[in-house]
């Protein structure tokens, strides 16, 4: 009896995400070995051997030499992340790449242009689209628990400032420089509603910017109206580097039933006229959505997933319309 083969699988990119929540995922996962690191910053590689006994490089180039490596997870900055993406794919090997996969349509471009056989091979993370909280809220939708006539309020904020971190304050702001929060955030929100609710929004209906001081290089509070299939219209608002903060949630009501997602927990709470209804996972929910995520991934590298969940063209859809609605937003504050 032949011996499965474990998939050799690199980690580009030791950032925040990377190190915080990729890396413990891939120590995690029993199928899968990870075959090396890779990081411009020396700093960052010291701090991935704390974890790992995994060789650490420097470069991409490093990685795709070593005829070992099956795949390779995207741990690195939307700015930087389609030209990697091209360079993995055009080898044969597999690809996770971190959402968003580009700061605009216009960066992405070359990834829509992807042959159809190295398309196949590249898994977006939007990560959160696996967490057993959506499945259980798109039930509630779909069994008509909140009844018709639904009004969806996303607040996404995060990225807190806190005086105390001045060096994280400063990271968000070099992001800021590329986009509108609802262009980093608005990958997995967007990704969410057209998973809820059975497609893209239909029509943007309105758009809007705020920005708290003066010196920032983009609008740091924005937000959107828009309507999705069935008539449902969703007030999406995003908001970053402030030192307090509204409660990041979603709540979703109609004419029966008024649904709550906790946007850190995703615990979710149902109330009709019956009562109230409280679903809580055990699970951190960055441990549980990496893991699923990882598995799917592990699934298509193997050849048990014959297409990537989700893949470019969700990435893209959901990239599109965070464009578009900062694009609106811009012109808003002009």
Request: proline share 7%; net charge negative.
């Amino acid at each position: 009896m032949s011996v499965p083969h474990t998939p050799s699988v690199a980690l580009v990119g030791l950032g925040e995400i990377g190190l915080g929540a990729h890396l413990p995922a891939l120590l995690r996962h029993q199928g899968i070995r990870l075959a090396a690191v890779v990081d411009p910053d020396p700093a960052r590689r010291a701090l991935a051997a704390e974890h790992t006994a995994a060789p650490a490089f420097e470069t991409l180039a490093d990685v795709l030499a070593d005829p070992v490596i099956d795949a390779v997870v995207l741990a690195t900055p939307p700015w930087v992340t389609p030209g990697l993406v091209g360079r993995v794919a055009a080898t044969g090997r597999f690809v996770l790449a971190e959402k968003p996969i580009a700061v605009s349509t216009a960066a992405a471009a070359p990834l829509a242009k992807l042959p159809a056989g190295q398309r196949k091979r590249v898994q977006v993370g939007l990560t959160y689209r696996h967490d057993p909280a959506l499945a259980v809220l798109r039930e509630w939708i779909e069994g008509g628990r909140l009844g018709s006539g639904l009004l969806v309020r996303a607040h996404i904020y995060d990225e807190r400032r806190d005086p105390a971190s001045p060096g994280h304050a400063s990271r968000i702001e070099a992001t800021l420089a590329h986009g509108m929060p609802v262009v980093h955030e608005g990958a997995h929100v967007f990704d969410w509603f057209a998973t809820l609710f059975g497609g893209p929004p239909e029509r943007l209906e309105d758009s809007w910017a705020v920005s708290t001081r003066p010196d920032l290089p983009a609008a740091n509070l924005c937000g959107a109206r828009l309507t999705y299939p069935g008539g449902v219209t969703v007030l999406a608002e995003f908001g970053w580097l402030t030192d307090a903060q509204p409660r990041c949630e979603i709540s979703i009501i109609g004419d029966r039933g008024h649904a709550e997602l906790d946007g850190f927990t995703f615990d979710l709470r149902l109330t009709t006229a019956d009562g109230t209804e409280c679903v809580v996972f055990d699970e951190n929910r960055t441990t549980r959505c990496f893991d699923l995520q990882l598995e799917r991934f592990a699934e298509l590298i193997t050849g048990a997933r014959a297409m990537p969940s989700p893949g470019l063209a969700d990435g893209l859809a959901a990239l599109e319309i965070s464009e578009r609605v900062a694009v609106l937003a811009a012109w808003s504050q002009a």
